[in-house]
């Protein structure tokens, strides 16, 4: 008679995988990492972690998610700020300078938001912080496109040699009071 099978059990597998996976989006891009190699990692069957997330995506996905998490209550400190237009421009250009790897899982993971409700959930919830802090929705576009296009293109390296981080800060907060106004 075969032994009987022992039942499935890690811990927090769903934790300890995102933790590896933020690990491995940081050193080889959001692209660059598998499912697979998260398991091994964490030291789990390669199946293990589709409990838990149905593709590389969806970690992704995830991963994108908590950095919103994350980035959510700055937003709503900055909006409370005496100008609350240049503080949120402020604190998006600060989280990303100091999150380069959320950036990077931002725009290079090639995420459809609509395709992942959380993640479209807190991608509305920081919109919704922007917007209510502007009292407009368009102005809130206007400030967040801003704020995270000259993040990328200084991230991608887009800026160097034509302008420094400072006058792009600079620049960036005069636009974001001028867009608030």
């Known amino acids: 008679m075969a032994a009987p099978r022992r039942a499935y059990h890690h811990g927090d597998l769903r934790a300890a995988l995102l933790e590896v996976s933020r690990g491995l989006v940081s050193?080889?891009?959001?692209?660059?990492?598998?499912?697979?190699?998260a398991a091994r990692l964490v030291g789990v069957t390669h199946a293990a972690p589709y409990r838990h997330f149905a593709s590389a995506d969806a970690m992704l996905a995830a991963l994108a998610e908590e950095r919103l998490g994350?980035?959510?209550p700055l937003l709503?400190?900055?909006?409370?700020?005496?100008?609350?237009g240049p503080a949120l421009a402020q604190t998006l250009l600060d989280f990303y300078a100091a999150d380069p790897q959320a950036l990077?899982?931002?725009n290079l993971a090639g995420l459809q938001h609509t395709d992942h409700p959380g993640l479209q959930a807190a991608g509305a919830a920081c919109f919704a912080a922007l917007a209510e802090a502007l009292g407009d929705p368009s102005r809130a576009a206007a400030l967040w496109s801003l704020a995270h296009?000259?993040?990328?293109?200084?991230?991608r390296g887009a800026l160097t040699g034509l302008s420094s981080d400072e006058s792009i800060r600079a620049a960036v907060t005069d636009a974001a009071r001028r867009i608030t106004a």
């Open 27 to 37: 050193t080889k891009g959001p692209r660059a990492f598998s499912l697979t190699e």
């Open 149 to 155: 296009g000259a993040a990328t293109l200084t991230r």
């Open 76 to 84: 709503r400190a900055a909006a409370e700020r005496p100008e609350p």
């Open 104 to 106: 990077d899982t931002f």
């Open 70 to 72: 994350q980035l959510l």
